[in-house]
Nanobody, 124 residues
Framework: VQLQASGGGLVRAGGSLRLSCAVS????????MGWFRQAPGKSREFVAA????????YYLDSVKGRFAISRDNAKNAVVLEMNSVKPEDTAVYYC??????????????????WGQGTQVTVSS
């Protein structure tokens, strides 16, 4: 399974950004997907996750109501819509895949496949 994240960039606080993760190599519809982020000097942090069917979604508390994760199984892609961004959202964002979404959805070791990361910088 190969994951390719894109869409990062520089955005002003209060603005919006759309991250996309293209998945290839295996049937995309069988994988649960997640987004994580890592700021300089900090550990990798869970942001959002979506089950294979799209019926179950989880968010980090601090992004609830601002970010939205979705998946398009026809296009083999998962999207993270980021709205009302804040300077503290600045980080490298990674998409990740796993076979089954379970109670450890927010733990990065539970995800088997990872994309290369895309930088998001929010200016104040």
């Amino acid at each position: 399974v190969q994951l390719q994240a894109s869409g990062g960039g520089l955005v002003r606080a209060g603005g919006s950004l759309r991250l996309s993760c293209a998945v290839s190599g295996s049937p995309f519809s069988t994988y649960a997907m997640g987004w994580f982020r890592q700021a300089p000097g900090k550990s990798r942090e869970f942001v959002a996750a979506i089950s294979a069917s799209g019926g179950t979604i989880y968010y980090l508390d601090s992004v609830k109501g601002r970010f939205a994760i979705s998946r398009d199984n026809a296009k083999n892609a998962v999207v993270l819509e980021m709205n009302s961004v804040k300077p503290e959202d600045t980080a490298v964002y990674y998409c990740a895949a796993r076979l089954v979404l379970s109670s450890d959805y927010d733990r990065h070791p539970a995800y088997k496949w990872w994309g290369q990361g895309t930088q998001v910088t929010v200016s104040s």
